[in-house]
């Protein structure tokens, strides 16, 4: 059974770090590019950053590129989201999602209809 569980969103200061975390359990990395989404209230899902199965190599949406980092870890099967320089407009439930295709490349065509499988979310409050 696929599954995608995200952890370490909380409390922040404006540019303040986080780093959130996406297990995935069911399958493993090489088998599905893997993104990171936010949504803020009353706003759409914004798609914010990708890791290519294949070769890891990731993309960025113009909006964090620079502060945002994916990452991943094979042995642990887990994809990371390093966040720095926080700023308020980054409060948002934060989730991971897959396409579950072998050897696909990010950007995806419409990530946000290409991802199969989600995770529930993880959120992420930038106050002071």
């Known amino acids: 059974q696929v599954q995608l569980v995200e952890s370490g969103g909380g409390l922040v200061q404006p540019g303040g770090s986080l780093r959130l975390s996406c297990a995935a359990s069911g399958f493993t990395l090489d088998y599905g590019a893997i993104g990171w989404f936010r949504q803020a209230p009353g706003k759409e899902r914004e798609g914010l950053a990708c890791i290519s199965s294949s070769n890891g190599v990731a993309y960025y949406a113009d909006s964090v590129r620079g502060r945002f980092t994916i990452s991943r870890n094979n042995a642990k099967n887990t994809v990371y989201l390093q966040m720095n320089s926080l700023k308020p407009e980054d409060t948002a439930v934060y989730s991971c999602?897959?396409?579950?295709?072998?050897?696909?490349?990010?950007?995806?065509?419409?990530?946000?209809?290409?991802?199969?499988?989600w995770g529930k979310g993880t959120l992420v409050f930038v106050s002071s």
């Open positions: 999602a897959t396409d579950l295709v072998y050897g696909s490349l990010c950007p995806l065509k419409d990530p946000t209809t290409a991802m199969r499988y």
